[in-house]
């Protein structure tokens, strides 16, 4: 039994050999865009980064400063802490080897 929209399972009877061509032909590609040259395909690109751009909420002057600030910290926290774990591998390797 099918529903009103049809079913997956049971295929449509009663097709004629027309429409079951017609429907497995591939989808025309290009459309809109296939139509346009290089340049003005370039040209909506630019216009549609410039549409993205404008939707950004940039930070503050002193959100960016914060910001900005607290990375360096963080940073240079990393870099401190892979400096003491590279010197411990260094010494037990130059203890196990050495």
Known sequence: ?????????????GRSEDETAESQKKPRRGGKRGKKGPFA???LFYRQIVAELRKVVW?????????????????????????????????VVGYVFG
């Open 1 to 13: 039994m099918t529903d009103a929209l049809g079913s997956i399972d049971m295929p449509e009877r």
């Open 41 to 43: 395909r370039l040209a």
């Open 59 to 91: 930070p503050t002057r002193s959100q960016l400063s914060s910001y900005t600030s607290v990375v360096i910290v963080f940073v240079a926290i990393i870099i401190g802490l892979v400096t003491v774990i590279d010197l411990g591998i260094n010494r």
